[in-house]
């Protein structure tokens, strides 16, 4: 049979009409959240289907009443932009990270060490080693505050917050601890190396000021979060630098004493000098923190230069002992000062969080991580040179 030429155009956009149903047909069939429509009607929405509308990050789901500003009977109209509007979407998340394992770890540590000496302390005044010490007695409050002092940090942990301690918070009141703790010992060790047997403080004065060193840098740390917010880095920064700055301040008290000084007084130079150096580094630490972060690799390159710079120096002692007429003492000077070269190349090389100064700004949305350092060291090789071997290193500056 043949078709004239109008039946054939009629064929085939019969046919063509077919095709495209379905298609269609089929296309919907794929399309999650309703069924295919039926041939040739309207598609067959689901109950609670929402078509697709601009506006919405998640298309053909129906929204929480209230969740998006158009007023399209789902709930009263909300600002876009307003704080809960679109998650992820205008004013910044301001919720503060909480702390994890690592940190709330070192305040237990640190809270067990301190129920300890707080323990001994009570029993040097209750003088329970004098004339000897009576070790089931002794021993009871060491027990009893040293399990109640990491209990406490528990129950605060877990029931004063909702979501547990926040970020910086027990490294703050762990670091203050341990550096109220060191002051405390700094002090009465240099009225015990410096003064005669009868005005010695002796061991209860040591437990008492290491006692009340401890507590008051607890608070104090305390109140360093509560009003700055600093992060770990910066609390790892600062009890580093007081042990940083209490052995640069041995190494040059010690080296100091050299000058006439006879080898008894080595003692009390090398502990005021320890002294001084403690402060000093804390000092410093506290007011560069206020411009600038470290992060965990610098502070290791720091640690690792300051170890490397010391440990190098110890050959200073050999040409010391070879010759005559010089004081080795002075050899802690070279010792103090190849550490303090080490250390400040850590710094140099290690890379810093940038400007953040603590966790107030990250919560204003203002923590942006600036990552770019001015001192890139790439790496080093072997070198020729005459009559030997050298080494050379490589590194950008920009």
């Known amino acids: 049979m043949t078709l004239s030429g109008a039946h054939r155009v009629l064929a085939s956009a019969t046919g063509s009409a077919m095709a495209i149903v379905c298609m269609s047909s089929l296309a919907l069939a794929q399309a999650p959240g309703y069924p295919p429509p039926p041939f040739g009607g ?8 929402v078509p697709p509308q601009p506006g919405y990050p998640n298309p053909g789901v129906p929204p929480a009443p209230g969740a998006y500003p158009q007023p399209n009977g789902y709930g009263a109209p909300t600002a876009y932009g307003a704080p809960g509007a679109y998650p992820g979407y205008g004013t910044p998340n301001t919720a503060r990270a909480t702390s994890n394992s690592l940190e709330i770890g070192y305040l237990y540590g640190t809270a067990a060490a301190w129920g300890v000496g707080t323990g001994v302390w009570i029993d040097s005044e209750a003088k329970l080693c004098e004339p000897t010490c009576d070790p089931g007695l002794v021993l009871i409050a060491p027990l009893l505050l ?41 002090i009465a060790g240099y009225q015990q190396v410096t003064s005669d047997k009868v005005n010695e403080w002796g061991f209860r ?18 109140g ?3 009003a ?17 700055g209490t052995s640069l ?20 130079s090398v502990w005021l000098g320890g002294e001084l150096g403690y402060n000093l580094g804390l000092a410093g630490a506290v007011a560069a ?36 007429g010089h004081d080795p003492r002075r050899g802690l000077i070279f010792q103090g000062v190849a550490g303090a070269v080490g250390l400040g190349l850590g710094a140099i090389f290690g890379q810093s969080r940038g400007g953040v100064a603590s966790r ?31 080494v050379q290193g490589s590194g950008v500056l920009w």
């Open 42 to 49: 309207p598609p067959a929405y689901p109950p609670g289907y």
């Open 146 to 186: 040293g399990a109640a002092a990491p209990i406490g940090v528990f129950l605060t942990d877990r029931f004063a917050y909702a979501h547990g301690m926040p970020e910086g918070l027990p490294s703050a009141i762990a670091t203050g601890m341990w550096i109220g703790a060191g002051e405390g010992l700094g």
């Open 205 to 222: 004065g040591l437990a008492r000021a290491t006692f009340i060193g401890s507590t008051v840098g607890g608070l104090a740390g305390l």
């Open 224 to 226: 360093l979060h509560y």
């Open 228 to 244: 700055l917010k600093p992060m770990p880095e910066t609390n790892t920064l600062l009890i580093s630098s007081s042990f940083w």
């Open 249 to 268: 301040g041995a190494f040059f008290g010690g080296g100091a004493s050299a000058n006439g000084g006879d080898w008894g007084s080595t003692n009390d």
């Open 289 to 324: 923190s206020a411009f600038w972060t470290p992060s965990w690799r610098q502070l290791g390159y720091m640690w690792g230069g300051f170890g490397i710079g010391t440990a190098a120096s110890l050959p200073i002692y050999i040409f010391y002992a070879a010759t005559d």
């Open 360 to 390: 107030v700004d990250t919560e204003r949305g203002l923590g942006t991580v600036d990552q770019h350092h001015p001192v890139a060291f790439t790496g080093a090789s072997l070198m020729p040179v005459p009559n030997g071997m050298g």
